[in-house]
């Protein structure tokens, strides 16, 4: 019986091979390709919206020709596919690698500006829904390390020609860091939590001085005070506030306590 078995299962396994052997062997259609060819298909892709072929053929181009532009340029290229794929952590990984393989690189300036992208695209999605979740739940790093990178673009390449905007980048960048953080004072201070509103209200006021949103965060401030019993915070602060923004809106809630300021926002 047990030969039989044996037997049995020799067959079974030498079917197996014959069946592999009758199947047709995958064949490589870009075997033979030269690196201009290679470069040229995958950048019809990556137009074409073909992200992840677009990325093979890159790849391809890069271990078949490892020397020379085209393996530069294509390592560039996987790094913008990744990102226009919204593969945030693959499109980060080939710009760091980029940027360590090739930091004089007439085009790193490039990779430092998509850097920034990818990490402000993540920080859009976070603005979009800051009115709809509960803004201590989120922690907006993506936010600072968009503009940490437009930041590095800009001190190391003045006159790069990304800079100018990555600069109006990093201006709205620090509104969206100041609106984060005043919101989450006014969430404090809503329920009731008037030291700590303050205290964040306050870095957001010395951290973000030019943000349009500071003109809350003063206010804020002042309502918090008012609840602590700190009348001599609370006069100084209005005085500040009253300096800077007179024709505020904020200012025609007076000092009624009792008064939703935050709906104006809402």
């Known amino acids: 019986m047990q030969k039989k078995l044996s037997l049995v299962a020799a067959t079974v396994v030498l079917l197996g091979l014959s069946a592999c052997s009758l199947l047709p062997e995958k064949v490589d259609e870009t075997k033979g390709w030269s690196a201009t060819k290679l470069y040229s298909e995958a ?9 992840e072929r677009a990325i093979q053929l890159f790849e391809k181009l890069e271990s078949s020709y490892p020397f020379g532009t085209y393996a530069q340029q294509a390592q560039m290229e996987i790094a913008y596919a990744y990102y226009k794929a919204q593969d945030q952590a693959q499109a980060l990984a080939a710009v760091e690698r980029f940027i360590k393989l090739h930091p004089n690189h007439a085009n790193v300036d490039y990779m430092y ?6 990490n402000f695209n993540d920080q859009i999605g976070f603005l979009n829904f800051i009115y709809e979740q509960d803004p201590t739940e989120r922690d907006p790093k993506a936010t600072r390390e968009a503009f940490s990178a437009f930041k590095q673009l ?17 201006k709205y960048l620090i509104n969206a860091m100041a609106s984060y953080e005043v919101h989450v004072a006014r969430y404090y201070y809503r329920r009731g939590a ?23 965060g003063l206010f804020i401030m002042i309502r918090g005070y008012d609840k602590l019993g700190m009348s001599e915070l609370r006069d100084d602060t209005m005085r500040v506030f009253k300096k800077n923004y007179p024709k505020s809106a904020f200012l025609d809630e007076g000092v009624k306590a009792e008064r939703h300021w935050w709906k104006l926002w809402n």
């Open 194 to 216: 008037y030291l700590a509103s303050v205290n964040r209200a306050m870095g957001a006021v010395n951290d973000y001085r030019d943000s349009p949103a500071i003109e809350e």
């Open 113 to 118: 500006y998509l850097r920034g992208l990818i």
């Open 43 to 51: 950048t019809d892709e990556l137009e074409g919206g073909h992200y």
């Open 154 to 170: 800009v001190d190391k390449f003045p006159n790069s020609k990304y800079t100018p905007d990555s600069i109006d980048r990093m």
